[in-house]
C-alpha cells in the first residue's frame, strides 16, 4: 500500500480492509453480506417489508420501510440507495444505520433493494429506484409520508443512483407523459463518495489503486459489470448510467456531497460538486481529511461521528421545512 496520510484511528483498519476482487464475485457478495448480519430491532423505530410489483415479469422489489415509533402526521422521507458497486449490497446491510438515520432525522426512511449487475445491467438499477420512488410517491398517504419532502440518499453506487434518479425524474417531468409530470421534484440528493463517473480518469483514480474498501481495479471491474464489458469510457455511455457525464446540470434538487480524502472516486464527486455549483444548484461538499472510502460506515472515529452528525444535521435542516 502507497504512503497514505490516514487518520490515526482509521490506520488500523486500513491495514485490515481490502478492495473487493469483483472477478470473483461470489465471493466478494459474501464479505458484504458479512457485515449486514442480523441487527436488534431499535427501540424507537418500526420497520416493515413492502414488496412493489414491477410489471416486467421479475420477482417483486422488496423495499423495507422504517418510521420513528412515536412519530405524529406527516413525515418527511428519505429513500435510501444502498452501496456496492452496482454489483453487490443489499438493504440488510444497511439496516442499523437506516433504523438510526430514521429516529435521528425524524424521517421515514425507504430503503431499497434494486436488481444487482452483472445479472441485471443498466438499466436495471435506475428502472427500479424509479420504480421505488414512484411507489412511494402513491403509497405516501398509507406511510403518512409528505411527499413533497422526500429526499434522495445514497453511499457510494447509492449516491450514484441517487444522482441518476434526480437526473431521470428531472427529465420525466420535463418531457413526459401527464403522470410523470405529477411527479413531485425531490427536494434534496445526499451523495456520500458516490460512484459517478466510468471513464475512470481522473487523478484520484489513477492515483488510488490500492486504497481500502475500494480501488481503481475495483471501480473499473464495477463498471464493466453494470455497464457490459466494453462499454465504460466509450462515448455510447448515457448520463443516467453515469452522472458525471450529464452536460445539463439545471433544475437538480439541491445537494450535499461527503467526499473521502483517500478515495479513487473524490475527484469525480468533487467535479460533481463544482458542476452543480455551476449549474446554479445550491450544493455543499465536505471533503473529510485522512478518510478512505465509506470509512465512516465501518469504523468507529472522530471523523466518522463528525461526518455522520454532519450527515444527520444536513438531512434534518433540508426535510424538516417549516
Not at 473487493?20 to 464479505?31: C, F, T, W
Not at 449486514?36 to 424507537?44: C, D, F, K, N, Q
Not at 402513491?138 to 413533497?148: G, H, M, N, Y
Request: glycine letters at 8%.
Amino acid at each position: 500500500m502507497m504512503d497514505y496520510r490516514f487518520d490515526p484511528e482509521l490506520v488500523d483498519a486500513a491495514e485490515r480492509i481490502q478492495a473487493p476482487d469483483l472477478s470473483d464475485l461470489a465471493s466478494a457478495r459474501s464479505s458484504g453480506a458479512r457485515r449486514g448480519m442480523p441487527v436488534a430491532p431499535h427501540p424507537s423505530v418500526c420497520d416493515e417489508e413492502f414488496g412493489i410489483d414491477r410489471g416486467t415479469g421479475e420477482p417483486v422489489m422488496r423495499v423495507r420501510v422504517y418510521r420513528p415509533r412515536d412519530a405524529d402526521g406527516l413525515l418527511p422521507a428519505v429513500l435510501h440507495l444502498h452501496s456496492g458497486g452496482y454489483v453487490m449490497g443489499s438493504t440488510d446491510a444497511a439496516h442499523a444505520r437506516n433504523q438510526r438515520l430514521s429516529c435521528e432525522v425524524g424521517a421515514v426512511v425507504v430503503a431499497v433493494d434494486y436488481r444487482l449487475a452483472p445479472e441485471h445491467p443498466y438499466p436495471g438499477a435506475l428502472d427500479d429506484v424509479v420504480a421505488a420512488f414512484t411507489w412511494l410517491v402513491a403509497e405516501s398517504k398509507s406511510l403518512r409520508v409528505d411527499p413533497s419532502r422526500i429526499s434522495l440518499h445514497g453511499r457510494s453506487a447509492g449516491g450514484g443512483l441517487a444522482a441518476a434518479l434526480a437526473l431521470k425524474l428531472r427529465d420525466m417531468r420535463r418531457g413526459g407523459n401527464a403522470q410523470a409530470r405529477r411527479l413531485p421534484e425531490p427536494c434534496f440528493q445526499y451523495l456520500a463518495a458516490p460512484q459517478l463517473d466510468d471513464r475512470t480518469s481522473t487523478p484520484s483514480m489513477r492515483r488510488f489503486v490500492d486504497t481500502p474498501m475500494w480501488s481503481r481495479g475495483a471501480a473499473e471491474a464495477s463498471w464493466a459489470h453494470y455497464l457490459g464489458a466494453g462499454m465504460p469510457g466509450t462515448v455510447h455511455v448515457p448520463a443516467y448510467a453515469a452522472p458525471a457525464r450529464a452536460t445539463d446540470l439545471s433544475g437538480l434538487p439541491p445537494a450535499y456531497i461527503a467526499v473521502m480524502e483517500f478515495d479513487p472516486m473524490r475527484d469525480e464527486a468533487l467535479n460533481y460538486a463544482r458542476a452543480l455549483a455551476e449549474a446554479g444548484i445550491s450544493v455543499e461538499a465536505h471533503l473529510f481529511p485522512g478518510t478512505f472510502h465509506c470509512s465512516a460506515v465501518l469504523v468507529d472515529a472522530a471523523v466518522s461521528r463528525r461526518e455522520l452528525d454532519e450527515e444527520r444535521a444536513v438531512l434534518h435542516a433540508a426535510l424538516h421545512i417549516a
